[in-house]
């Protein structure tokens, strides 16, 4: 199973970032696809899930800004930043569970600056 994130970068506060997420070795359409982000000297948070339907949930920090999305024929998970703020700083991370058995990928970085 492999998870690869892309999409990470530097973009300054207000600014958008798009991330992207390939799945291999799993029966993708079968599983939740989620982003989750650990900031600084603190811990890892869930920021958007994308389930199977492409029904999405998201953490109230980062609702009405961020966008996530699937490709199920592309085995991709998408999220779309805007209106992005310092405090987005962190190494996101994509995640794919089923089932409560979890894989992640290897992070990405993004940093937010004034």
């Known amino acids: 199973v492999q998870l690869q994130a892309s999409g990470g970068g530097l973009v300054q506060t207000g600014g958008s970032l798009g991330l992207s997420c390939a799945a291999s070795?799993?029966?993708?359409?079968?599983?939740?696809m989620s982003w989750y982000r650990q900031a600084p000297a603190k811990g890892r948070e869930l920021v958007a899930s994308i389930l199977p339907d492409g029904s999405t949930t998201y953490a109230d920090s980062v609702k009405g800004r961020f966008a996530g999305s699937r490709n199920n024929a592309r085995n991709t998970a998408d999220l779309q930043m805007n209106s992005l703020k310092l405090e987005d700083t962190a190494i996101h991370y994509c995640?794919?569970?089923?089932?409560?058995?979890?894989?992640w990928g290897q992070g990405t970085l993004v940093t937010v600056s004034s």
């Open positions: 070795g799993i029966l993708f359409e079968f599983y939740t």
């Open positions: 995640n794919a569970v089923l089932k409560a058995y979890p894989y």
